[in-house]
């Protein structure tokens, strides 16, 4: 999985940009087909904002996008955040795709009950 880490209004230091990858990518063990992921730093300029760092994740799947956005008064406690959101969306779509061919083959009708009454007396 590619990630890429850019800022707007911010500088992101290599610090910053190794701690957001080494949290983020957890969210590729739980589910495998991830192409790529884009994380955004920005921070308000504003001064009555307590929280003035904002972290937004872009996760591109096979067809699906999952995004996460979150704020805190640093960018450790808003990546931490970010992750967290993020691991809840990427369950959550883990358990719609595995649990949905089981549920249709659960709701089939049995072989037996297919036949006509005509062709099980025989």
Do not use: W
Request: aromatic share 4%.
């Amino acid at each position: 999985m590619r990630i890429t880490v850019n800022g707007t209004n911010l500088d992101v230091t290599p610090r910053i940009r190794d701690e957001a990858i080494a949290k983020l990518s957890r969210v590729s063990r739980m589910f495998d087909r991830f192409i790529d992921m884009e994380v955004v730093f920005s921070e308000e300029t504003n001064p009555r904002i307590e929280e003035r760092v904002r972290c937004e994740a872009t996760l591109h799947a096979k067809g699906q996008y999952l995004r996460a956005s979150a704020t805190g008064p640093d960018p450790l406690t808003a990546i931490d955040r970010t992750e967290a959101k993020l691991a809840r969306q990427v369950r959550k779509l883990k358990t719609k795709l595995v649990h949905k061919p089981r549920l249709d083959a659960a709701q089939a009708p049995p072989a037996a009950a297919a036949l006509p009454a005509d062709e099980m007396t025989g």
